[in-house]
Antibody, heavy 126, light 106 residues
Framework: EVQLLDSGGGLVQPGGSLRLSCAAS????????MTWVRQAPGKGLEWVST????????FYAESVKGRFTISRDNSKSTLFLQMNSLKDEDTAIYFC???????????????????WGQGTLVTVSS | DIQMTQSPSFLPASVGDRINFTCRTS??????VNWFQQQPGKAPKLLVY???RLHSGVPSRFSGSGFGTDFTLTISSLQPEDFATYYC?????????FGQGTKVEV
């Protein structure tokens, strides 16, 4: 069974840091682009960051560029999101999802975001 | 950035209704549109990709159509488990963007 398990969320003060993880199982992790998507409380979905299957390219939303770093460890089938200089507006549930933009920024003909983690809540507050 | 405008934001409905969700994009994007369903407290689920292709395991009462800037998700006969929020999303160019969602409620 294809599965993604998000973890690492919690309460952090503004300006603080947090590292999220997403453990994958049931598929060949290093064959897939992977993405983080977030959802602020009561709000819609926002694409945050994507990393290629090999880690050779990454994309970031403007709202997190320079503060967040996406990475992956293919030997452990795990995706990461290092979040620094956190702001109140980063408060959200963070989901990892399978798939995402290719090098040219467009999606797969076979579809993207076909599998999601359960989400991990990040609360930025003093 | 490509803007995704969904209408309506809230949709009162009853079991058995035929439901249409509309999504309009600010730029022409071919068929690079996906549709998701999200139940409260859960992760989104992919329903339709490439505007009209049904994801594996999704009931056939769901269908998608459209090309360019105007897209539609249809539920032919609403079932109790379909009361949820539905999002369109473009995968044409980064940053990938979502519509604001349409919540189907009783």
């Amino acid at each position: 069974e294809v599965q993604l398990l998000d973890s690492g969320g919690g309460l952090v003060q503004p300006g603080g840091s947090l590292r999220l993880s997403c453990a994958a199982s049931g598929f060949t992790f290093n064959n897939y682009v992977m993405t983080w998507v977030r959802q602020a409380p009561g709000k819609g979905l926002e694409w945050v960051s994507t990393i290629s299957d090999s880690g050779g390219y990454t994309f970031y939303a403007e709202s997190v560029k320079g503060r967040f770093t996406i990475s992956r460890d293919n030997s452990k089938s795990t995706l990461f999101l290092q979040m620094n200089s956190l702001k109140d507006e980063d408060t959200a549930i963070y989901f990892c999802a399978r798939g995402g933009p290719n090098y040219y920024g467009s999606g797969s003909p076979q579809g993207d975001f076909d599998c999601w983690g359960q989400g991990t809540l990040v609360t930025v507050s003093s | 950035d490509i803007q995704m405008t969904q209408s309506p934001s809230f949709l009162p409905a009853s079991v058995g209704d035929r439901i249409n969700f509309t999504c309009r994009t600010s730029h022409t994007i071919s068929n690079y549109v996906n549709w998701f369903q999200q139940q409260p407290g859960k992760a989104p689920k992919l329903l339709v990709y490439a505007a009209s292709r049904l994801h594996s395991g999704v009931p056939s009462r769901f269908s998608g159509s459209g090309f360019g800037t105007d897209f539609t998700l249809t539920i032919s006969s609403l079932q109790p488990e379909d009361f949820a929020t539905y999002y369109c999303q473009q995968s044409f160019s980064t940053p990938w963007t979502f519509g604001q969602g349409t919540k189907v409620e009783v």
